[in-house]
């Protein structure tokens, strides 16, 4: 074997790591981009730039010079600013000083929340459709991971019906993310109480990502880590991407028990020393006032939900009312064709791009996630192209 | 605010079907509603946001600080009346601080709105003083940048 020879090099890449799947989001960004006036539903990001005062603070601390390392766990003044706000928002007290971790986005601290928890061999239930990087990061922990398929029947719920029958002596670890990305699905205060009834018999540890909690439109969001006897084994997983508009300064946060906090930190400070501190300053702005961004924002998305929602029904294509996130995740499966050849002619005949539900798990097909934070009139132009390709389809 | 109200002020031309649709009501009560809104006066005209810098030949615009004699009976509402009634003033406004009155006048040039302020406006009874600023050039208009911004990339797809 020669080490200048490329065929050798992917013979010496860990197993693990070949044996990933590319991201069928990846697959489908090739495509898009090679393609020219699109009309993109294929965004995982709000079309809003950052809050200006936030982009000014972040500025500011530049012009300030404030360009170094910050303590591992973030910056004590934002660490605060974070235990008031989740507070305030969640209903939840976390100690500023040891029981909460600023990281690189929510996607470090799953990772991180993962392999702090995880043996070789431990079985990780998490639910389908959903985030692209779930199953990849049980993996790369060397966990076996579980899946609870959800479906539109009922909203892409997970119960604890659904979930006891995946429960063994095994199962180490639950991991839920309500709203959910890609299906828009959110959990009731009863949903919520089952399912921790259940993680407190089975004495299951649970990881929720909760990055869409603001964007629930219809009723207070509910964080599982409210329920009785949840807070002690909850990592409770948040960040500032999705509802104050910050998804490139890859800033979030994990709140936990100590002892989680302490485990997920070791890997953290080998891996990542520190948050990025100008994303840190941002971060700690936006944590000033921030009701009063979220608000404007999410009676747009809420409006753009409407619009599509009914205008999907309109032409035929079933679609339940999400209750929280961005995506509309409607119904192709009358249409007789899978959701990647939908996804892929669409594009292709008349340049709308959507991404096939089989992106977010197998259980996806039949679906296409339709991401709503773009323009109205963007999303008005997405309608009526979706209806005339529907219209050529059923010819 | 209410809903539909948010949604006029962004955009005051929406038809009633599409702010139905936004709104997840019927297209009657939006019609409902901005009946209400009007007759309540609440809502009191629909306008277009205009960038006069790209008008050939733009008029004038001037901020005037007006000082003014409270009267006795209905304090400062009584001359404010018969000022805001003046076509050239388009916006008006009672401020705390060192003047009382601060007008938007626009004229067609300078002169026009240089003779307002000295023969129609300081011979008002009850004006005390004005100070009188020119625009120079409009950055902001109504919440809305003057300048076109320019579309930031965003990936077309994304996790």
């Known amino acids: 074997m020669k080490p200048n020879d490329s065929k050798s090099l992917l013979n010496r890449l860990s197993t693990t790591v070949s044996d990933l799947p590319r991201s069928g989001i990846r697959d489908f960004f090739d495509v898009v981009s090679q393609m020219k006036d699109v009309i993109s539903l294929g965004v995982g990001e709000p079309d809003f730039t950052t809050p200006w005062h936030v982009r000014e603070g972040a500025i500011y601390s530049l012009e300030q010079g404030q360009t170094g390392y910050t303590s591992n766990l973030g910056m004590p003044k934002l660490r605060k600013s974070i235990s008031g706000y989740v507070e305030k928002f969640f209903g939840v007290s976390y100690h500023p000083d040891d029981e909460i971790l600023v990281t690189v986005g929510v996607s470090e601290a799953l990772d991180l929340a993962i392999r702090a928890l995880c043996n070789p061999g431990d079985e990780v239930i998490y639910h389908e459709p959903c985030y692209v990087s779930y199953r990849p990061l049980i993996q790369l922990a060397y966990a076996v991971p579980v899946i609870l398929e959800t479906d539109a029947s009922d909203g892409f719920k997970v119960n604890a019906e659904k979930l006891r029958p995946l429960i063994t002596d095994k199962t180490k670890v639950l991991m839920l993310n309500f709203p959910t990305n890609p299906t828009g699905g959110g959990l009731t205060t009863k949903d919520l109480k089952e399912i921790s009834e259940l993680a407190v018999e089975k004495d299951l540890i649970v990881i929720t990502d909760e990055i869409y909690a603001e964007l629930t439109y219809d009723r207070p969001h509910v964080s599982i880590a409210t329920m009785p006897g949840m807070k002690e084994r909850t990592i409770f997983l948040h960040g500032f991407s999705k509802a104050l508009a910050m998804t490139g300064w890859r800033i979030g946060y994990a709140c936990a028990p100590a002892e989680l906090i302490e485990a997920m930190m070791k890997i953290h400070q080998y891996t990542m020393l520190c948050a990025p501190v100008m994303s840190q300053q941002a971060a700690f702005e936006a944590l000033k006032n921030p009701e009063e961004d979220i608000a404007v924002m999410k009676e747009s998305y809420w409006r753009r939900r409407n619009f599509l929602h009914s205008s999907f029904n309109d032409m035929g294509l079933p679609c339940g009312l999400p209750e929280g996130a961005f995506y509309m995740f409607p119904d192709i499966r009358h249409l007789g064709i899978t959701s990647k050849e939908f996804a892929l002619q669409l594009l292709d005949s008349q340049k709308v791009a959507a991404v096939p539900g089989t992106a977010f798990g197998a259980c996806g097909e039949g679906h296409l996630r339709c991401c709503y934070a773009t323009s109205i009139e963007e999303l008005e132009v997405a309608v009526q192209r979706i209806q005339v390709f529907i219209d050529t389809l059923k010819r | ?159």
């Open chain 2, 1 to 159: 605010m209410n809903h539909l109200l948010a949604l006029l002020k962004e955009n005051a031309r929406i038809s009633l079907e599409d702010a139905a649709r936004q709104l997840n009501v019927t297209v009657e009560e939006v019609a409902a509603g901005m009946q209400e809104l009007e007759d309540t006066g609440v809502v009191r005209a629909y306008q277009a946001v205009v960038n006069e810098d790209k008008l050939e030949g733009a008029s004038v615009t001037a901020v005037i600080e007006v000082q003014v004699q409270p009267e006795r009976e209905g304090g400062f509402d009584h001359i404010a009346a018969r000022l805001s009634r003046f076509p050239e003033v388009t916006s008006m406004y009672l401020m705390s601080g060192q003047y009382d009155l601060m007008l938007f006048v626009e004229g067609n040039d300078l002169r026009t709105v240089a003779s307002f302020v000295s023969a129609k406006l300081s011979s008002i009874s009850g004006v005390t003083g004005t100070a009188t600023h020119f625009r120079l050039k409009t950055y902001k208009h109504h919440g809305v940048l003057m300048e076109l911004s320019h579309e930031t990339e965003r990936l077309q797809v994304s996790p």
